[in-house]
Structure formats: structure tokens, C-alpha cells
């Protein structure tokens, strides 16, 4: 199987408000993207772009207004409307490691939760062996585990902790939201390094989501672009973000501050004044920043097209593309 | 390197006296847990001497103890954090003074004035049910006397305008702006009287990148057009290169390594700060990066000698039973490490 997760023209529309006054707030909008078997697929953007609502749908917590995501060929259906648990092939690791566990609980029992609901073990032996050993492939042991609060661990230990007590399903992709922006610096590349490791040994996939390109481009095969709920740019890592097209991306890249003193910033970011008139802007969304702002960008929706095996959806690059061959990379 | 003038003798160079001084500055949070004292050493020894006109930046991660520094720096020390120890000092036109010998009132005309601070979190102290420019006037009525609330108005309108801020935000509440547009606001609000200083605690954490940028600039801008000294606190190493004239790392309440932004990156001493600037992803570069092992020590149980031995790659007997000191290894450039001496 060649896609492990395929996400076809997803839309998410949240209305607030009764009948009488009601707002629509567009989060994702045709979002289309797939991800390999064994791949780290990055998703990043910033906040409020509708990154956090695309994983959402494909965990099953949202349900798409239209679209389809299909996970090896199969449809993946809104939590509420199945009966049975949640599909045991998808986990998800959160932002805030001390957040995901309560402070009032063992760490211990959430491991034998899941044992127990997915009925991975027939005994308590065999649980504690399958614990143990998706401790150790995060590096840490049951011994040093079983028992303890989540104030007893750093949070590096911790996110580690719940990347162990994901993996206990045995899941095919990994849904890391923001998974290493609370831990501390110097413990940040050791959890990057561990999602590079399970897809080399354990040929788990990722879905990581980021607004933190530098780390994005360490650890992942392929990158999307989002902005203000579109992908804007998408294709293998090393082309997106070492030779950006779409004028946001070339923004964002150069926004990075690379720790280096001897290449600062130079000239000045123009910045949004009132953001929400971005998300109603007809057209394309980045034109009222654009350095290349054409005539008819603050009309027409660009179309998406391939340069270069990477996906752009921009007008500086409608009538260039080289074949519309989806398959191409 | 001249191994000689090692023990800190080296000239100093910029003659000028600093702006902010501390002086083996000690500040401990003193908790009384079921009748148990524990004590929390965020800040331990400190001693900083912070020139005019730069940009100092203090980096960490969390629960080093920046934030506790901060906070002694600006003289806001509360229950249950103590002062345990030593001083801190600003140099105003003529004189020195010694800010914990001030009283409340002196210490309330020197802020803003003279020192701001603008907290971490800053897009969450506007407060939520006025306008910006009634803030703003309060603010103005509050320091500057024998101003009308339309004087002040002007003041907030020129200020804005000169900081390149649309004016119209004056007229809106701080829910209706993005966090990174409040965080702006805030930095433009804390270098309204012109301080001599600004401290800034984690000015660009949470915000997106592009946004982030948009805040250095802001900072960067200011600094230059009042010539103020800014301490800056953020971990985003980033920010720090891109920023600050001179780095200092903190780690389990102490400082362990200052110089300038140049030497810091391209020279660092100490295995802490090594692998802080080691691992941390570059574009181009695909190389296998490694963190620092184990995790950050308690600052209520931190191990003996330096905080850092039991994570450090190459601990010495010496490493495990005393704290090194931070000596000066050359003219900018300080480092408590053991093995920087052996050097």
C-alpha cells in the first residue's frame, strides 16, 4: 500500500452562535494531503491556520463538514457516530506532557487503561512485559515508572512516557501535535530524535505538527505549508524549505531566527494589522502582505499547481506546471 | 589563550561603570509544606554587571531561575520569595543606589521611569473591560503630572505613530488584537517614559514566528532610538543571536557562562551551553543532534558541587565536591567550569 492515510478536499465550518445570529468559522478549507507508510509528514503553520482541526478530523474527535479521509483504504469515522472504541491503529500525542496525565493519578494506570481497553494482554505478567518493552523503546524502564506521579518526572521524561503509552497499540501513524514546544531546550532534540528512531525501527509514520520549521525540516520527509486555512505549499522537505516558492513560506523561512549572530535579521516584516480580515479575503488570503502582489490575487483564488514536484498555490506560478501528475513525488 | 592573567585580571576594557550591578545576589523561595520548610534556590550568587547602551540577553531553560532574577533585578521581591543575600544596584545620573534600601515609594517613581518590565505573558495584562487609550492615559496620569486626559491622548497617539503602530488600535479593546499585536502594545506602553532600562521576560514565546520577528524589531527599534540598555530572558537561542550584544546562560540559579553573542556561538566553554547551541536544528544540515542527558536538577534538591556534574560528559573529582566559580577566561568572556581552568 502506498498511502497509509489519504485526506481528500477536507472542510471544517464551526457555527457559533443560535439561528437568529450565527457565525461561520471556516478552519480547514479542501485540504488535501497523504502520508506514506514509515514517513514523518510535517504539517506546520501558525496558529490558527486549522493544523490542530486536520488532525482532530483524522483522530476521529471532529467530523468533517465535507471531505474524506481514508486510513489504508478505509473510511475513518467521526468518534461518536462508532460504536466500538477508537481505532487502535491511530494514536495521538499531545503539547503540554503535564497536561495530558492528571497530577492526582500514577502515570502506571493510564499504561494498564489501555491495556485493558484494547485487551492487548491475557494476564498482568504479559501487560507488564508489553509495558515494559515500549518503555524501553523510549528509553526509559518499568522500574523506574511503575507507581510514580506525573510531578515525579521532568517533562521530557514525560512526553517520552506518553509517546510509550501510544505505542502500546502497536499504531501505524503517530498524531504529534506541537510534541517537543513545552519541553525544555535541552531535552527538545532527544523526543525529535526518538519519532526519527520509531519510524527507522518500528516503521511508525508521523504526522508532526509544528510552527517550528527548523525541527520540521530535522525530522521529516515531507512538508505542508498551511496558511489561514489552506495549504499553500507542499512537497519533499528538503525542496519547501531550502527552496521555498510560495512568497509566505520565503517569508516564514526567513523569519526563522537561526542561532547564528553573524546573520541577523535585515529589513523589516510587514505584520497583519487586524487578522481576521485575512480569513475573509477573497482572493488569495497572503495578498494584503505580499511583497508580489499581482492584480489578480486579490480576486481569484489561485489554482494549486506542481513546480518542481512541489505543490503551489500561487499565481506567480499558474500556467508554469509541468504535468498535474498527482503521483509525481 | 594566556594562561597567566587567567584569574579574572584582565583589563577591563570598556571603563565606563554599568548601569545595573548585582552583587552575589541570592533570592530563595521559602515554602512552608506541611510543616516541612523547603527552599527553593532560584537565585544563587549572582553577580551581573549590565553596561548602558546594550542589549543583555539571559538565557535558560525553564525553572533556571530567569524569571526569580528578574524579578530581584527589578526589586519586586515578595513573600515567599526572600532575599537571602547580597545587592542590587542602578546607576542613576550621579550616584549609585542600592535598590533594596529604597523605600516603596522611591522604588514606585524609579519604575517606568527609570526601569520597566514587561512580564511574560504580556498579552494577557492589558486590562480586558477599557480601551487601549484609556490605559494609556491612566498610565500617562499616573507618572506624568499636569497632563489633561486629551494631552495624554496626544502623547499615546504621537508614541504609537512614532513606533509604527496603527493608531486605531487606541480605539479598540485587547481582545479584539492578536496576541502578537498586544504584545507590542505592551513593549510600546513599557517605553512610553523613556526607561533607562526594559527588562523583558520571554517577550517572544507563544507568538508565531513571523510574528516573533515583528517583537525583535520592535525591541531592536527602541533600543536604538532611546540608547537604553534591555535585558532580554528568552531559551529561543534564535532570539538571542539575532538580538543581544551579550548572552549570559543560566543554569539551576546560576549564571555558568557569559561573553558576547559572537563568542557565546562560536567559542562556548561550557558543556551545558555546548550542547544548547549544538542542538539546535539548522537548515542545510541533517546531521544527527544530541541533547544534553538526563534532565535539569531541582532547585530544591540540587546536587552538590557544580548543579550540572551528574549530566556533564566529562565530570572531574573536583566537578562533584565544589561549585566552580565564574572567572574570566578572557576580556568578554566569563565561564564557571572546571575544565574551562584546565584548559
Known sequence: MDKLIEVDQLTKVFTLGSIISRIRITATDHVSFYIKPAEIFALAGESGCGKTTAARMILGFEEPTSGTILHEGRAVEYAKNKKGRGTQDIQAIFQDPFKTFNPLRTVDRYFFETVQNYKLAGSDGEAIKLISDKLNAVGLSYEEFAGKYPSEFSGGQLQRISIARALLTNPTLLIADEPVSMVDASLRMSIVNLFKKLKEEFNVSVLYITHDLATAYYMSDRIAIMFRVNIVEMGPVERVLMDPKHPYTKLLRESIPEADPKRRWSGAVKLSDVEYEEYLRQGCRFAGRCPQVMERCRGEIPDEVYVDQVLVKCHLYSGTEETLDRKVS | ?343
Open chain 2, 1 to 343: 589563550m594566556v594562561k597567566t592573567t587567567f584569574m579574572g585580571e584582565w583589563p577591563i576594557l570598556n571603563t565606563e561603570p554599568p548601569i545595573l550591578r548585582t552583587e552575589g545576589l541570592k533570592a530563595f523561595y521559602v515554602l512552608d509544606v506541611h510543616g516541612v520548610q523547603k527552599v527553593v534556590k532560584a537565585v544563587n550568587e549572582v553577580d551581573l554587571n549590565i553596561r548602558e547602551n546594550e542589549v543583555y540577553g539571559i538565557a535558560g531553560e525553564s525553572g533556571c531561575g530567569k524569571t526569580t532574577l528578574l524579578k530581584a533585578l527589578y526589586g519586586a521581591i515578595e513573600p515567599p520569595l526572600r532575599l537571602m543575600g547580597g545587592t542590587v544596584y542602578y546607576r542613576v545620573p550621579g550616584e549609585e543606589i542600592d535598590v533594596f534600601m529604597l523605600s516603596a515609594e522611591e522604588k514606585r517613581r524609579l519604575r517606568w521611569e527609570y526601569i520597566a518590565y514587561i512580564p511574560q505573558g504580556s498579552m494577557s495584562v492589558l486590562n480586558p473591560v477599557t480601551k487601549l487609550k484609556e490605559t494609556y492615559q491612566d498610565f500617562i496620569s499616573s507618572h506624568v503630572t499636569g497632563k489633561t486626559r486629551a494631552d495624554a491622548f496626544k502623547i499615546a497617539a504621537g508614541h504609537m505613530a512614532e513606533l509604527g503602530l496603527p493608531r486605531k488600535l487606541l480605539d479598540a479593546y485587547p481582545h479584539q488584537l492578536s496576541g502578537g499585536m498586544r504584545q507590542r502594545v505592551t513593549i510600546a506602553l513599557a517605553a512610553l517614559l523613556k526607561p533607562r532600562i526594559m527588562i523583558a521576560d520571554e517577550p517572544t514565546t507563544a507568538l508565531d514566528v513571523v510574528v516573533q520577528r515583528g517583537v525583535v524589531q520592535l525591541l531592536r527599534d527602541i533600543q536604538q532610538r532611546l540608547g537604553n540598555t534591555i535585558i532580554l530572558v528568552t531559551h529561543d537561542m534564535g532570539v538571542q543571536a539575532n538580538i543581544a550584544d551579550r548572552v549570559a546562560i543560566m543554569y539551576a540559579g546560576k549564571i555558568i557562562e557569559e561573553a558576547t553573542t559572537e563568542e557565546i556561538f562560536g567559542n562556548p566553554l561550557h558543556p551545558y551551553t555546548r550542547y544548547l547551541i549544538q542542538s539546535l536544528p539548522k537548515f542545510g544540515d541533517k546531521t544527527a543532534r544530541t541533547s544534553a542527558p538526563g534532565s535539569p536538577p531541582s532547585l530544591m534538591d540540587l546536587p552538590s558541587g557544580c548543579p550540572f556534574h551528574l549530566r556533564c560528559p566529562d565530570t572531574l573529582e573536583t566537578c562533584i565536591e565544589q561549585m566552580p566559580p565564574l572567572v574570566a577566561v578572557a576580556s568578554s568572556h566569563r565561564v564557571a567550569c572546571w575544565l574551562a581552568r584546565e584548559r
